[in-house]
């Protein structure tokens, strides 16, 4: 190699070599995209976590799975993204992967509940890192069909804890899978929302989409 | 231990990385070491002591396994092969020749012709904007060792150019 077309500022000194590499290196030869790691990973049982976002009526979701399963919906709020995806990364695992393809199932399913052509979820959900109570509360949660409401009373009752309304309640807060686990069915004996962990406007679309008001 | 999720680190530096790489082993068996370098990394992750020199961490791992890959080449290579090749870093040769058409990639070539520790020092100096003392992590040398490496590589590509 003799010509480089840089020969005109030979002696200029350092300078003008280290630009050039600089804007070399990073273009040219280097400018090749770098290829998906992330079928490689889930190959090597490395893939602890997959994740990908769904644009929804009720704001961007992200979604999360381990290989057991469906393990976290979380719902996005303006600039809360990054301590989402972290609590995800704490709770879960740091090895975590954006894996739109890994998530197909879930996000098509959700997308035809959105649009009221799926009542119910068939998909394996990974509720391993929860505690026995709360997992028992939101078996109890989704017995609740589709478009009916029950009371925290009656789900604690259901979970095997009838005095434990309270309990119960902070349970659901917990829920690591609203929407697929249906919280937002879950309302105060009293007629009243009671709360919810993505917010009561979400709580309030999720009721509607499930049932539109009398056209009547 | 609060550890970002990997993506983070993937998103941040895999351009980097694989530019990296292709310096130090040729774009052909870029790829290759490109995930071997990943795929070790996401294994260690989970027991990294802190978040801090992510970066230092990860390109430490990349030039371990560029190491790894020219030394494995090295060993299957015929007993014909020119054994300065190996040790004048002589890696780019056929590969990115192939690759290699304006003056950008003319660059790419020079610097892949260049000495094993002055090519992985230019490297990581101007493709991913090391400082010394992280070049020095990296490659288990000393910062003035890392200075000097850089120094010498950039003296042959001027004589190079010159020539």
């Known amino acids: 190699m003799s010509e480089i077309n840089l020969n005109h500022h030979t002696g200029e000194g350092g300078d003008e070599m280290e630009r050039a590499l600089r804007a070399a290196l990073r273009s040219g030869a280097g400018d090749s995209s770098p290829p998906p790691i992330v079928d490689a990973a889930a190959a090597a049982g490395l893939l602890d976590v997959a994740y990908a976002r769904l644009d929804s009526p009720v704001g961007t979701l992200v979604l999360a799975s381990t290989p057991l399963g469906l393990a976290r919906l979380a719902y996005i709020d303006e600039g809360q993204e990054e301590a989402v995806m972290e609590d995800i990364a704490t709770r879960l695992s740091p090895r975590m992967l954006s894996a739109p393809g890994r998530l197909d199932k879930p996000r098509r399913e959700l997308d035809e509940y959105f649009t009221g052509r799926r009542r119910s979820f068939d998909l394996s959900l990974d509720l391993s890192l929860l505690s026995d109570f709360t997992r028992r509360v939101l078996r109890a949660t989704a017995a609740i069909p589709y478009g009916e409401v029950a009371t925290y009373k009656a789900v604690a009752g259901a979970a095997g804890s009838p005095r434990g309304f309270r309990a119960a309640g902070n349970a659901l807060g917990s829920n690591p899978l609203p929407i697929v686990l249906p919280c937002h069915r879950v309302l105060h004996s009293g007629g009243g929302l009671g709360g919810y962990t993505g917010g009561l406007a979400r709580k309030r679309t999720l009721l509607a989409i499930e049932r539109p008001p009398m056209s009547d | ?163």
């Open chain 2, 1 to 163: 231990m609060r550890l970002p999720p990997f993506q983070n680190l993937l998103d941040a530096h895999d351009r980097d990385v694989h530019r990296f790489l292709i310096a130090s082993v040729g774009p052909i068996d870029a790829d290759d070491v490109y995930q071997e370098t990943w795929l070790a990394a996401l294994r260690a992750y989970p027991q990294l002591a802190g978040a801090s020199n992510l970066k230092g961490w990860l390109f430490t791992i990349a030039h371990r396994k560029a190491i790894d890959h020219v030394r494995a080449r090295a060993r299957r290579a015929t007993p014909v092969a020119e054994p300065a090749d190996l040790s004048e870093g002589g890696m780019g040769g056929a590969g990115f020749n192939a690759v290699a058409a304006g003056a950008d990639d003319e660059l790419w070539t020079a610097v892949a012709a260049l000495p094993d520790k002055q090519r992985t020092a230019v490297a990581l100096r101007f493709i991913v904007d090391s400082a010394y003392a992280e070049i020095a992590t990296v490659m288990e040398i000393s910062e003035p060792a890392a200075r000097r490496n850089v120094h010498e590589g950039l003296k042959r590509l001027r004589e190079e150019r010159t020539r």
